[in-house]
């Protein structure tokens, strides 16, 4: 019986190291980087809930949310923005320089880092990498992005650590581009590269062995419709400030679980560590017996998204929409929009659908993204009578029932669409359609499945307005371009202007694209200013609120530090460990 | 015999409810649309007999609900001042039953106070007022397609059973097409095809026409039945001999043989059709917001949070039980009723 006893504790041993991938000991010559968090300890498994599943795991062509979530874990970037100070860091590259008229960006490799099967990471991978995000042939999301004055950026190696780029013109914030960019490992994919096999490499079904990234994790088991299992990467390239090599968690565990309250269910049970992006009345409910089930609950303020509501300024000559057409002179009238703002109760909509943890919006950058929000913004409180005075001065009238006429004495009556499958977005929408309903207006709410709303906006333009969300990504105004040039492809309200169709909307694409240029923050801040100041002035968009970014973790988590960037919990995973005296 | 009281009861309830429902304007105390932003979910208003000296009053009285501060959506009685529920006051405008306009309700309290006698949704709308105007649309939607279903079965069964041959194969397969559908899948798909923006009251009227034609094989192949046995009888057999016309033996002697299912039936539709619409509305399918019917007053529990924190909102459930045991006990006693003739 003993000698079983012996033995059964020997194969589990043998089988727990088997089941984890050690972390490697230090080499000499690695060119690590030291983080500056309390020094945690090995082991454990982490568990978080996915929406859905990814659909690929190929860093170059993802372009969902899922899908990106899960490689972030995965790969790594030369320069990285850190989520918490929302500045840019060294991470692959050690350091690097500009040249003085903004286009030269050398950057200097770490020496003696490996991908996570072992291989070395050299100035060649890094060539690979952006070879193949330039190529149009793999069509990457993230192409535009390297484009800079209408030219690709051009690439050179220098020597095994060091690569030149070179930008067709000076770039803001250039270093911010490399975020996200994940380094490929030219020895695994490069065949298929050449074979014009590119975008099938790396799907949810490629063997784990045949994936390999800088990220602190790699891939270790896809179990369909459950489950994505990641486990350490041992020659990851950070280490704590007791030159332990992170990350401490031996595994992560990313659950599909179907929505926002079955996840909200899960997490109530204990069956995930860490909970995200939920709406602030699942966060009460959960807050109720937070701390005897040991978990905490975070508020961080509100994000960087904002929604509003658009209203359909397209050219519709071309298009058999007569009668939304004909409701486009009352949207194009400034004084409409205006009257409409004025009307909206911002405060009513971040109380009744947001439960009060949101932020009331009258501009599109958040109260939160404090290097960039301007704080001289005027934040008119709502007034019907307001309204009703911009109304009348448009040549507007009321009928004895109350409603609303237009000049030629036509009923004011539209419709706005909201997505069914976002509770917050159609809320909004309730609310709206019963504030407009005070100023005589006939409105009605379309809730229409994402897709089919999206359809409608980018590209029918069968609509009259919409309820929509935007930003939430970075904190620098630059990703920001496509929304707000005239010939952007996110320039809802107007898609397709071939030249600005006001004169604000010219103003706005000759700031927008000076601030691009412009190197100096006080510059580039004065004239992004000027852009929000414009876009208020004008309400192309009337802005409505932005929701806090809410999470939760049990506390036996050390080192939780969520921020307001995506993705907000696991930004610092390698960090994440279990606390002593608790069950890893 | 034992049946009779049960009757009585459903008879009692569904006259009730009916009434309450035609009468909403009347019987609700408040506006179903407005919105009362300061008190998203508040449970339902308590009414006191008692007040905070010990003094017993004859007038039930109500402590309006302030929100407690720093809580989500949670509420507390302010007991500053009494304020006794009061019976037909001026309110909201309406119109009785859709036609005479009126402002009076039959109970209410004193403004600044409200009564909420089934609490309130997320937009702070009262609820009991909600459910009231929303049996108007999914009641009339339960009758108006019983009613559609009936007529188009009545007139198939009767020209399918009275010619017989081929027009009676033809029509009993298509009966069997319409007998084998999945019927709420075909709901949805249809509803998914109608245009979207649409008023309300097109929707309402579309819905009725969806449900009540999607209806009638049931109906019509007992009809069916009915008039193959009945145009056999010997009488008439006779009355044709005498010289009767088609239409004469059909409305004479052959029609009032069907109405005893036909009731049946209705008494058995009605319920399943207010069911159809609340599943249609209950998936965002039927009339969108503002518009209250029971589905989509239901629709809110969707969400988790609603589930387990607001049980009020599960009331509209509770009249859509009372509707439907109500109709079927009443279809129960006319079942027995034909029963007893017939055996």
Known sequence: MHRMGCLATLLLAGAACFAFSAPQALQRGEDLFTTDNPVGRYGGSLVVAQRSEPKTLNPVTAADAPSREVIGRLTADLIHINRASQQTEPALAKSWTMSKDGRQFTVKLRHGLRFSDGSAFDAEDVLFSFKVYLDEKVHSPQRDLLIVGGKPIEVQKVDPYTVRFTLGQPYAAAERIF??????????????????????????????????????????????????VLERNPYYWKIDTSKNRLPYLDELVFLFVGNEDAQTIRFQAGDTDIISRFSAENYALLSKAASSRGTALIDLGPSLEYNFLVFNLNDLSSKNLGKIAAKQAWFQDLKFRLAVSSAIDREGIVKLVYAGRGAPLWGNVSPSNKFWVDQALPHPPRSLDKARELLKSAGFSWRNDGRLLDRQGQAVEFSILASSS????????????????QLGMDVHVVPLEFRALVDRVFQTYDYEASIMGLGGGDADPNPEMNVWLSNGGTHLWHLGETKPATDWEGQIDQLMQKQLVELKYKERKHLYDQVQEI??????????ATPNILVGAKKKIGNFKPAILDPNTLWNVEQLYFLPGSPP | MKAQPRILVAVVLLVTLHLAILLAGLVAPADPLAQNRDFPFAPPTRLHFVDLRGHLHLRPFVYPWTPRPETFNEYEESRDREYPVQFFVPGAAYRIAGLVPSHIHLLGVQAPAQIFLLGTDNYGRDQFSRILYGGQISVAAGILATLISLSLGTLIGCISGFYGRWVDESAMRLVELFLVLPWLYVLLGVRAFLPLHLSSVQTFLLLIAVIGTIGWARPARLIRGIVLSAKNQSYVTASRGFGASNAYLMRRHVLPQTYGVLWTQA????????????TLSFFGLGLSEPTPSWGGLLSTLQQYNVLVSYWWMFAPAVALAVVSLGYLNIANAFHDRLQSVSG
């Open chain 1, 422 to 437: 976002n509770a917050q977005r159609s809320k909004m929408a309730t609310i709206i359609q019963d504030d407009l309903s």
């Open chain 1, 535 to 544: 876009i208020a002035a004008n309400v192309p968009y009337v802005f409505i």
């Open chain 2, 267 to 278: 008494a058995l539709l009605v319920p399943q059709y207010v069911l159809a619409e609340v």
């Open chain 1, 179 to 228: 975020d996200g960019l994940a380094m490929m490992p030219r020895h695994l994919v490069e065949k298929a590269y050449t074979e014009d096999k590119f975008p099938q490499v790396w799907t949810l079904t490629t063997t784990p062995s045949e994936i390999a990234g800088m990220g602190p994790f790699r891939l270790k088991e896809y179990v369909p419709g459950q489950k994505l």
